[in-house]
């Protein structure tokens, strides 16, 4: 079966590339099918990430498996496409080199029963960029720890405004 993933950088401009991949595949393979799509060095670790409707992470899948006795986590060589990209539409987020953090959204566009042979790139859009994009990890509000802390003190000030 065929699976066809949007791959899109996140960046100010569109960087897009759609790869055409098995869907009986693993992630590991599509990681490496990333990275030649992109022009990426194959030594940098990467991990995917399940997430939900607001993108928040939920579970990670790193390059490889970690196993220790309180968190098992499955390597990209241990999980199959079609078993987590299970519907058009379904996405992941994939971080690649953690110390840039180029950061990219995985989107199932297109899976039908159409045998493929070999995995490729069929679509490109935009020019990789030299450096990665500067990530802000601002909150939407800014937090002021004692924006509250002297709300209960306002009735004092009333009680001595009367004297």
Known sequence: MKSTIQVHLEYKEDIIRDIEIDSSSNLEDLHS???TAFGLDKN???SFYMTN???ELLQEIPLFSVDDKENSML???EVILSSIL???GAQLLYVYDFMK?????ITLTEA???DITETKCIKSIGDMPEDAPEISFKAE???DPFEDAFDDFDEFNEYEEEY
């Not at 953090?101 to 959204?105: D, G, K, T, V």
């Open 33 to 35: 099918a990333i990275i």
């Open 44 to 46: 940098e670790l990467a």
């Open 53 to 55: 409707e607001d993108f």
């Open 75 to 77: 390597g990209m060589n």
């Open 86 to 88: 299970t519907e058009e």
């Open 101 to 105: 953090m180029w950061r990219f959204l």
């Open 112 to 114: 039908n029963e159409e």
């Open 141 to 143: 509000k800014e937090f």
